[in-house]
């Protein structure tokens, strides 16, 4: 039930404004735990697979795997924020 206060064009874009987020929320989830599950593949390669010499130090492939697990929030985030600037 409407408010009588708040006119119906701003419920119904606040409420549209929420989905958005959430699809994007939903979306970069997804996104991260693919490239997380990705890097333990890569984490067991580099632990069982080449040589020393020619390994990248594990500290590096954790911050790269940590890096790329977050890009897709900061990306879906500054989208939807554009997004949200744009109506206005």
């Given at each position: 039930?409407?408010?009588?206060?708040?006119?119906?064009?701003?419920?119904?874009?606040?409420?549209?404004?929420?989905?958005?987020?959430?699809?994007?929320?939903?979306?970069?989830?997804?996104?991260?735990?693919?490239?997380?599950?990705?890097?333990?593949?890569?984490?067991?390669?580099?632990?069982?697979?080449?040589?020393?010499?020619?390994?990248?130090?594990?500290?590096?492939?954790?911050?790269?795997?940590?890096?790329?697990?977050?890009?897709?929030?900061t990306t879906r985030f500054r989208y939807f924020r554009d997004m949200l600037n744009?109506?206005?």
């Amino acid at each position: 039930m409407p408010t009588p206060n708040v006119p119906q064009g701003r419920v119904r874009r606040t409420v549209n404004d929420l989905v958005m987020a959430e699809m994007f929320l939903l979306q970069a989830t997804i996104e991260s735990a693919t490239v997380i599950g990705d890097g333990f593949s890569e984490l067991g390669k580099q632990v069982t697979g080449r040589e020393a010499a020619d390994r990248e130090p594990l500290a590096s492939v954790l911050q790269r795997i940590a890096d790329d697990a977050v890009e897709p929030y900061t990306t879906r985030f500054r989208y939807f924020r554009d997004m949200l600037n744009a109506d206005d």
